[in-house]
């Protein structure tokens, strides 16, 4: 199972998003809502359901300043665990420009972004960036990642039929 998502963080302790999910090769994207809780020493806890009514639960730590951070899943028996990262208020293709080092499934390569949508070198192949952020990759596979860091790293997962896949791509 591999998954990426984009959260909202709003008052009161409301959190509203999407979360993209690949089990086994099926690739499920679900509206999610819940509610959270951060303390002045950047714990943190968040609850989300999906829209099936299931809930899942989770723990981390900020970092100070809240642009980064990390969490685990909770629930008995998950094991799940990654990383938050702030993402831009609206985003488009101009955002990825430049060289990335690309690490999928632990194997690293590089790639060229031109801010239009193309990819050139070791992975070659076209990016579409939605102005939710997130931005659908096609270069000899499929990924469906998010825009974090002001465009400086997407994380994705991939969406091709009976494959699971992560892969990070990081500005050089």
Not at 62 to 70: D, N, S
Not at 91 to 105: M, Q, R
Not at 121 to 147: A, K
């Amino acid at each position: 199972m591999a998954s990426i998502g984009r959260l909202v963080f709003e008052t009161e302790g409301r959190v509203s998003g999407t979360s993209s999910v690949n089990f086994g090769g099926l690739f499920l994207g679900n509206p999610v809502t819940g509610t959270y809780s951060a303390s002045s020493d950047c714990s943190m806890n968040f609850d989300l359901q999906d829209d099936s009514g299931g809930w899942q639960h989770f723990r981390g730590t900020l970092a100070p300043g809240g642009a980064h951070g990390e969490f685990h899943q909770t629930d008995p028996g998950t094991g799940g665990h990654g990383q938050l990262a702030k993402v831009p208020n609206s985003c488009d293709a101009s955002l990825l420009k430049g060289t990335y080092s690309v690490t999928l499934n632990g194997q690293r390569t590089t790639t060229s972004a031109d801010g239009q949508g193309h990819l050139a070198g070791n992975g070659s192949g076209t990016y579409d960036v939605g102005s939710d952020c997130f931005v659908e990759i096609d270069f000899g596979m499929r990924l469906r990642g998010i825009v974090v860091n002001g465009g400086r790293a997407v994380f994705a997962v991939q969406t091709d039929p009976l494959k699971i896949a992560t892969a990070t791509f990081t500005a050089q």
